[in-house]
Structures are given as structure tokens and as C-alpha cells.
């Protein structure tokens, strides 16, 4: 964790049990500022329900998320304020086959109120000239590669200038080939600063991008460390097995 | 029951039973003709006294009561299902849910015509009203239940990651409905709507029952008083298959645009 970084997202506790079925069994942990926090485990685990809780696509069923000192599980808190400051990048990239490419990113900006149509139009030009996607603005996102669209996915969200970027398995429904050009976005993304929380079984991305790296397993974090020793240095036997059959 | 053949098939079809038509005329004619032949039946059911009234005045009763029971259908269908959707997602709405769920057990439950009768009969027994009305507002609140759940299935088709999608964005509910949901669900539920408006159509020929004289209760009418069966029924028929294959056609071009977008 950087020593100078200021605290981002606070987890304490966190539980979550989908009726008698308890699948996050109290997790704790802190994420700074900048910080990349890859996330890894063994399918079923709980890490992409462990990701989803942190901007309430899963509520949780104890235990606190703090999000800039706010906590995001009290019910009197506006959760959809709270999503604008929390991007959010799918699997399936779940982008909306009902609109243009350039309507999918400026629909949350504009709708929201945060810019005016034409910073939307603005911005959106801005990043799909970023990704070298400009030429399909006025694409439907079903006329597009795997990597494309999750590539726009990612711009998508951050068109909303978020606070933090959460992955959950970005790159697990994409051909291979397509799969470089979504992390090479990814890691320019996490150069850039923005604070970044991936679920992925891509190890060698982890290890190169990210500063620590999480290992969940029945529900809780097992064991966190920087890439180096986590990869070099596994304490926790489970993490070993893991780490030997993924790698 | 969803149509789902093609326009050509519809065209096809449609000119193959007029000509089926037509094939039995020619037959039944020599032996109507004992008693004053085909022409003059013609003639008596629709130009004499006439009678071709009953048919124009039915075809617009009919017309009427459909179009403004699809209306009064969308409008209490869709809030039926808006109820019935939020509940689902969002566990509120408890009361307002139980409510819709009656409505539409009651409604499905039983058949359209005792429906009628009841509001007719019973609900507007001791008031003056005329009788569109009561057709549109008693095939406006049984079609309403079967609008509803065609919405709630057509919103639910579209994949859970859309909403998420629209939620992580920060949009509020009603927004990532607005903007997301719903457009995607209207491309699905365009047969099935079109479906129902086709089912209502034909479901309006009971209203004969409390006296209105719809398109069916024209040729009734006619046949009672030429004792002649066949022509009437047989154009009531073509009169209503011919409205049913003109909307097909409308819905099939909506479709296609729609689809294109």
C-alpha cells in the first residue's frame, strides 16, 4: 500500500449471503488512491461478488463499505450518487444494443446532468479518439469485435470521470486475440492513476500492472501482497495449489 | 398463434381464401338459385332496405371498441407491469403488487363475455350509458391483463447485465427503465402486442350480447331478416379477416424499421 496514499474504499467486515448459502464470510480491507488491486481466486469463490458489492450491485447482507469516508450500505445514502464517482466494467461488456456507440457514452453524462450535450458529444470524441475507435461513433455496438466493445465499455465509464474503476473479469469472454488489446487499455488506464479493482485470472497481468494483489478463497481475502512476493512467496497453502494449477 | 409468417405468406393466404370464397358461391349459386338466385341474395342482404348499413355501422363499432380498448389496455397494462417489475426488483410496492396480482388471476380467470355481462349488467345496471363505452372500458380492463404480463415478459427478456449496466452508471431506476429496458423490451413484445390487438378484434363479436350491434351483431341482424345465413357470415368473415391482414401488414413494416434501428 503507498504510504502517502489516502484511503479510497474501506471494507469492514463485509458479508454476503444469498439465502442459507454464505458467500462472503467478512471481508476487511483498505484501497488507496491510485492503487491497482488485482484480484484472484478459484471459481465461485466470491470475488466478483466481492466487486459487485462494492457499488451495490450486490447488497451486502453485513458488515461496512466506506467510499470516501461514506457508508455506501446505509440506506439513507443516495447509492446512484455514490455509482457516478464508481466505474464499472463487465464480463459481458453489457453495452446497449438500443443506441449508437457515441450514445452510450454520452447517455450517463447527459442524463445526469454532469455535462451539457455538447461536453458529452466533446468528451466522447475525446475518448473514442483515445482508443483509435473514433470511426465508429456512430456504430451499434453489435457491428463491433469483443475487444472493441469492451474497449468502449471501459471509456463508457469513464466518461463519467470516476474515482475508481472496478473489473470484473474484463477480458474472460473475449476471443484470445482480443484480448491484449483490452489489457494494453488497461494498463495505460492504471499508468494514468486512476485507482483500479480487477477480478481476472490473467496472472501476468496481475503481476506486471498491479500493486497488490488479493487471493480469496471460501469468502475471505487469504492472503494480500505486492505481485512479486505474491507470486514468488505464497504462504497460504490454498493459494499454493492455486497458483500451481493457474500457472 | 403469433404471427410471425411473413407479409408475402399473409398476401397470399389472404387472396387464397377470397378465391375459395368465390369457388363456393359458384357452387352454393345453382342451388340458391331455385329460390331467386345469387345476385338477387346479394342484392337482398346488402342493397335492399339498406342493409349494408348494418355492416358499415358494425365494422365502426368494432373499429371503435378495439381501438380504444388497446389504449385503455396499454395504459393499465403497462401500470399494471410497472407495478408488478419494480416489486420483482425492488421488493417494494407490496400492497399495490398483491392488488395487480388479484386483478390479473381474476381477470384471466374468467371468461370475457361474463365479463362484460357483469360490468353491463351488474356495474352499469342502474346508470344510463350507451354501450360503446361499456364495450371499451370492459375489453379495455381484460385486455389490460394480458398487456401487463406480455410488458413484465418482454422486460424481462432483456439481460439482467443491461440493468446493472445502467445502474453502475449511476442512472436511477426509472431513467435505466426509460432509456435501457424499455426500448429493448418493446422490439420483443411487438408480435405479442400485435397479437393481442389481432385476439381483441375478434373477441369485440361478442358484443352482440348487451345489445350493441358490432360487426357481428350487423350480419346477425341482416340474416334475420332475409333468413339468408351464408352471404352475411361469409363477409362479416372476409370484413374481419381483411382489417386482421392490413394490420399485419403496418406491424410487419413497424417491425422491420424497428429491427433496422
Keep these: 500500500m503507498p504510504a502517502n496514499g489516502k484511503v479510497l474504499i474501506e471494507v469492514k467486515g463485509l458479508r454476503k449471503a444469498f439465502g442459507d448459502n454464505e458467500v462472503l464470510k467478512g471481508i476487511d480491507t483498505t484501497v488507496c488512491e491510485g492503487e491497482v488491486i488485482a484480484i484472484v481466486g478459484p471459481s465461485g469463490c466470491g470475488k466478483s461478488t466481492f466487486l459487485r458489492s462494492l457499488n451495490l450491485l450486490e447488497v451486502p447482507t453485513g458488515g461496512q463499505i466506506l467510499f470516501e469516508g461514506v457508508d455506501i450500505t446505509d440506506k439513507s445514502v443516495n447509492i446512484n450518487k455514490m455509482r457516478e464517482k464508481i466505474g464499472m466494467v463487465f464480463q459481458q461488456f453489457n453495452l446497449f444494443p438500443n443506441m449508437t456507440v457515441k450514445e452510450n457514452i454520452m447517455l450517463a453524462p447527459v442524463r445526469l446532468k454532469i455535462m451539457s450535450k455538447e461536453e458529452a458529444s466533446k468528451k466522447a470524441d475525446e475518448l473514442l479518439k483515445r482508443i483509435g475507435l473514433l470511426d465508429k461513433a456512430d456504430a451499434r455496438p453489435q457491428q463491433l469485435s469483443g475487444g472493441q466493445q469492451q474497449r468502449i465499455a471501459i471509456i463508457r465509464s469513464l466518461a463519467m470521470n470516476p474515482d475508481v474503476m472496478l473489473f470484473d473479469e474484463p477480458t474472460s469472454a473475449l476471443d484470445p486475440e482480443m484480448v491484449g488489446e483490452v489489457l494494453s487499455l488497461m494498463k495505460d488506464l492504471a499508468e494514468s492513476g486512476m485507482t483500479m479493482m480487477i477480478v481476472t485470472h490473467e496472472m501476468g497481468f496481475a503481476r506486471e500492472v498491479a500493486d497488490r494483489v488479493f487471493f480469496i478463497n471460501d469468502g475471505v481475502i487469504q492472503e494480500e501482497n505486492t505481485p512479486q512476493e505474491f507470486f514468488a512467496n505464497p504462504k497460504n497453502p490454498r493459494l499454493k495449489e492455486f497458483l500451481s494449477k493457474v500457472l | ?261
Design chain 2, 1 to 261: 398463434m403469433v404471427l410471425e409468417f411473413s407479409k408475402k405468406s399473409v398476401l397470399r393466404s389472404f387472396i387464397l381464401v377470397l378465391a375459395a370464397f368465390l369457388l363456393i358461391s359458384i357452387i352454393v349459386s345453382p342451388a340458391a338459385a331455385a329460390d331467386g338466385g345469387f345476385i338477387d341474395k346479394i342484392y337482398d342482404t346488402l342493397i335492399e332496405d339498406d342493409r349494408y348499413q348494418y355492416l358499415l355501422t358494425g365494422l365502426q363499432n368494432t373499429l371503435i371498441i378495439t381501438f380504444f380498448s388497446l389504449i385503455l389496455g396499454l395504459v393499465l397494462g403497462s401500470l399494471i407491469a410497472v407495478v408488478r417489475t419494480v416489486h420483482d426488483m425492488k421488493g417494494k410496492l407490496k400492497l399495490l403488487n398483491l392488488i395487480a396480482r388479484g386483478y390479473l388471476t381474476v381477470i384471466r380467470g374468467t371468461p370475457v363475455l361474463i365479463q362484460l355481462l357483469i360490468i353491463y349488467f351488474v356495474i352499469f345496471a342502474s346508470v344510463d350509458v350507451a354501450l360503446v363505452p361499456v364495450a371499451i372500458v370492459a375489453f379495455g380492463l381484460n385486455s389490460a391483463a394480458y398487456i401487463a404480463e406480455i410488458i413484465r415478459a418482454g422486460i424481462n427478456s432483456v439481460p439482467k447485465g443491461q440493468f446493472e449496466a445502467g445502474s453502475s452508471l449511476g442512472l436511477p431506476f426509472a431513467i435505466t427503465m426509460i432509456t435501457i429496458i424499455i426500448p429493448q423490451a418493446i422490439k420483443n413484445i411487438l408480435p405479442a402486442l400485435c397479437n393481442e390487438g389481432i385476439v381483441l378484434l375478434k373477441e369485440t363479436s361478442i358484443s352482440g350480447y348487451i345489445g350493441l350491434v358490432d360487426l357481428t351483431k350487423g350480419g346477425d341482424i341482416i340474416r334475420s331478416q332475409t333468413f339468408e345465413a351464408f352471404i352475411p357470415y361469409i363477409l362479416v368473415a372476409l370484413i374481419y379477416l381483411t382489417v386482421v391482414v392490413i394490420l399485419t401488414y403496418f406491424v410487419k413494416k413497424l417491425e422491420v424499421k424497428l429491427n433496422a434501428s
